[in-house]
């Protein structure tokens, strides 16, 4: 798991930025920028590239990993991993991951993930990707697929009688307010925010049960795709259906190989 293809991208100072610092595209008022940023789509550039015309990116990934779980580059001279916290101390490492390609790079490659709308499997991919906490990216662009919609109309009550409105018309014409409706909006709200239960392939089950025999695991149904969850010796590591591990020990040269054999 690493943030580019080809090993460790040039290491930039990613501090906090300035929360003055407004969005090219506008969003409405309510919205999680965040949220929209880990959408698969959206075209983000760096807020650090002062140049008039920052290269765009394309959002195809947002592991479910933070920044001190996930791995920037392979540190061949102290054979180890290297996090993104590490690698950018002044990166919050409580903070979740976005993974970008740029699009000249896309538009350039054979590769062929466009439209990007699902998640991009990593491991396979021939082009450099990069890895930046959400408050390092700006949205410029945010593709028909996602939904914008403000967290806080959801499952409230419209004049209209849509999703979550609590009054009806009963049969007499009347109105009346049992409370059904606002228990079903916010019921449908509920499950639309829930991951959906992923069917595993037959090799990541093949690992499931293969790692099950000497430690934890559990599988995680995530927004970006299933992920195993295993726990050995008080350490804890997080692999994707695409072979991407996260976490570093001393298993984790293991596991790598593991990956290689079932994946």
């Known amino acids: 798991m690493r943030s580019s293809k080809d090993g460790k991208p040039t290491a930039v100072d990613g501090g906090p930025t300035e929360e ?64 993104i916290a590490e690698d950018n101390p002044d990166y919050d490492p409580e903070s979740p991951v976005v993974v970008v390609a740029f699009l000249p790079a896309i538009e350039e490659s054979d590769t062929n993930i466009r439209p990007v709308e699902s998640p991009v499997q990593l491991k396979s991919l021939d082009i450099n990707h990069y890895s930046f906490p959400p408050n390092r990216l700006k949205i410029v662009e945010t593709p028909d697929h996602v939904d914008v919609e403000p967290v806080s109309s959801k499952g409230e009550s419209t004049e209209s009688g849509g999703r979550g409105s609590a009054n009806r018309e009963n049969t007499n014409g009347e109105s009346q307010d049992n409370g059904e409706d606002t228990v079903k909006g916010d019921a ?20 499931r049960d293969r790692l099950a025999e000497s430690a934890t695991v559990e599988v995680e149904h995530t927004q970006a795709g299933p992920v195993l969850a295993v726990e050995k010796l008080g350490t804890s590591y997080r692999i994707q259906e695409d072979g991407t591990v996260s976490g570093d020990g001393a298993l984790r040269d293991r596991l790598d190989s593991l990956v290689e054999e079932y994946l």
């Open 188 to 207: 449908e709200d509920i499950a639309e925010k829930e991951p959906q239960k992923w069917d595993l392939t037959n090799g990541f089950k093949a690992l």
């Open 20 to 83: 003055t610092q407004s969005e090219p595209e506008d969003l409405p008022d309510g919205v999680d920028r965040v949220e929209i940023l880990r959408e698969p789509g959206v075209k983000v550039v760096d807020r650090e590239d002062n140049s008039q015309d920052p290269d765009t990116a394309v959002v195809i990934n947002s592991p479910p990993a933070t920044c001190e779980e996930w791995n920037a580059y392979y540190d061949e001279d102290n054979d180890r991993w290297v996090s």
